[in-house]
């Protein structure tokens, strides 16, 4: 999921573009506003760079054991006709 500093980060962003008069209410804004955000990226059943680049690169691998097999199978198809 998302590193905590990165949120945090935003929040304190995010602080600094609130009205004055806003200000004074900045836990509990922050405080709703994590959980709307916490809630919102639980339901995206977001990866992590790291997570996807490893998933991207096995699928590179298994493309290429595909086509490596379909190729054989195709040799070995033309070999028996």
Known sequence: MIKQEKIEDFFQ???K???DDLRRFKKDVDKNLKAAMTAAF???DLVTR???DIQSALL???RLLVEQLTQKLN???SKQE
């Open 13 to 15: 962003e995010f602080s």
């Open 60 to 62: 590179s691998k298994t």
């Open 75 to 77: 040799e070995l198809e």
């Open 42 to 44: 639980a339901r995206m």
């Open 17 to 19: 573009l609130l009205p």
């Open 50 to 52: 790291e997570e996807f």
